[in-house]
């Protein structure tokens, strides 16, 4: 019935008002039909509100208390409206996406770095040393600093300075090359930033991609496990197959799991990352099956192999 009884109510201070204490013994909520607000009348109540008052200069907290046979507070709706969302607005992760939109978004991101590290190769405006003719000149002449601009003018292994004959211009071109130098290391360092996080996210993108291929093929390389392991524990009990088929399922799922953290973390490939286990297990179940199909053994064609390479 919307009723309320024993009514205790916070109000929080805004700039029209300051905070206060409402109890009330009754209330009743309202709304209109397709209204924004919503309407709480109160019955039989106080206010304690607490109030600020200047006196001699002094400020001196004053507790101000009110009481009411009925009053109505009204509480605005419109932030918490419910709205019709656009599917296509939808922000999607990586374990949502399928592999054409994540291979959209590694194009794009490798698009991207191969842009950032051309734009590194072209923005090369520091100076560049001369060449080995003139540096191997320049070695044979007998100087008691190198490079000081203590002695106008010096010889510089830079070509640009050995065209100067003024030390001022050879020292302000000194700083200013010193000066391109530390700007193009900072925006080498951004580079190097922003390229590592465009890689480490390519990264996680590229192991969600071979991770939806590599789960299903897992499905049929544990019917390449299953199959011998039954054929060998036929006579056996079903323990003992159990047994080795949770350690099969329990190196799949610890390998796996490690292998997607140490893809993101560009320890390994995502290729890698990935198709390990199966490759491992695919091995393992092929051989098991060639053994039981044609007793061929590893151990017996090892044996063979020795005595001709002593031979």
């Not at 090369?124 to 203590?150: C, F, K, M, V």
């Not at 391109?180 to 996080?197: G, H």
């Not at 799991?257 to 990352?273: H, N, T, V």
Request: net charge neutral; glycine share 4%; with cysteine.
């Amino acid at each position: 019935s919307d009723s309320l009884h024993d009514v205790m109510i916070y109000q929080e201070p805004t700039r029209t008002r300051k905070e206060a204490f409402i109890k009330a013994e009754k209330g009743h909520l309202t709304s209109e039909q397709g209204g924004q607000t919503i309407t709480l009348y109160l019955q039989d109540g106080s206010v304690l509100r607490y109030l600020q008052h200047r006196k001699d200069g002094e400020i001196i907290p004053v507790v101000e208390a009110t009481q009411f046979d009925r009053y109505r507070i009204s509480f605005d709706l419109s932030e918490l409206a419910f709205s019709r969302s656009d599917p296509s607005d939808r922000s999607r992760n990586d374990r949502t996406m399928d592999v054409q939109a994540m291979m959209a978004i590694v194009d794009s991101l490798q698009a991207e770095i191969s842009n950032q590290k051309q734009q590194v190769v072209d923005n090369q405006n520091y100076i560049l040393p001369g060449s080995s003719e003139n540096a191997s000149r320049i070695h044979h002449i007998d100087r008691p600093e190198w490079d000081s601009l203590t002695t106008p003018p010096y010889q510089s292994e830079f070509i640009a300075l050995n065209k100067l004959e003024s030390t001022s211009a050879q020292r302000e071109l000194n700083q200013t090359a010193i000066s391109e130098l530390r700007n193009y290391k900072a925006v080498f360092e951004d580079v190097i930033i922003d390229t590592s996080w465009r890689i480490s996210k390519v990264a996680r993108y590229l192991v969600e991609i071979h991770k939806k291929f590599s789960i299903p093929v897992a499905c049929i390389i544990f019917v390449l496990l299953g199959a011998p392991i039954g054929m060998y524990t036929r006579k056996g009990n079903l323990g003992y197959a159990a047994l080795i088929g949770t350690v099969f399922l329990t190196f799949y799922w610890i390998s796996i799991i490690q292998g997607e953290k140490l893809a993101d973390r560009l320890y390994i490939s995502p290729f890698m990352g990935m198709w390990f286990s199966n490759i491992l297990l695919a091995l393992i179940g092929s051989y098991m099956i060639i053994k039981i199909c044609t007793g061929f053994s590893l151990w017996d064609a090892f044996t063979k192999i020795l005595p001709a390479k002593s031979d």
